[in-house]
């Protein structure tokens, strides 16, 4: 799986970090005018992120999909993706789940 997007930093000048707020996209000082208020996004460069953890002595870190690590760490996931749009979008395979990744460090015990 490709993490990291050989374009991602060229792309954005400003810095990866934005903010959403009424569907607009918010950049630069404005996302400083609205805490509490918006969401807050970032692209991460896991292929560095991995790398430094590494370097730092993390071993047992992967990047899995947000589906996958919801699997592992919502117990009561099935039940809720049955009756929760909300939740398909952000746990399913066709929404967010997919397509937002995450740096799981441990495993579920």
């Known amino acids: ?3 990291c997007s050989p374009g991602l930093y060229h792309r954005r000048a400003q ?3 934005r903010a959403y707020l009424l569907h607009q996209r ?3 000082a404005d996302l ?3 805490m509490g208020r918006q969401d807050i996004t970032a692209d991460v460069n896991f292929s560095d992120l991995l790398h430094w953890g590494e370097a730092l002595g993390w071993r047992d870190g992967q990047v899995v999909s947000q ?3 919801l699997q592992n760490w919502v117990p009561d996931l099935e039940k809720r993706l ?3 749009g909300a939740d398909q979008f952000v746990a399913g395979l066709d929404g967010a789940g997919e397509a937002f990744k995450v740096w799981s460090v441990r495993t579920p015990s």
């Open 1 to 3: 799986m490709g993490i």
């Open 32 to 34: 400083y005018q609205n």
């Open 26 to 28: 918010l950049s630069g």
């Open 67 to 69: 589906a996958v690590y």
């Open 82 to 84: 049955k009756t929760s």
């Open 15 to 17: 810095g990866t970090l």
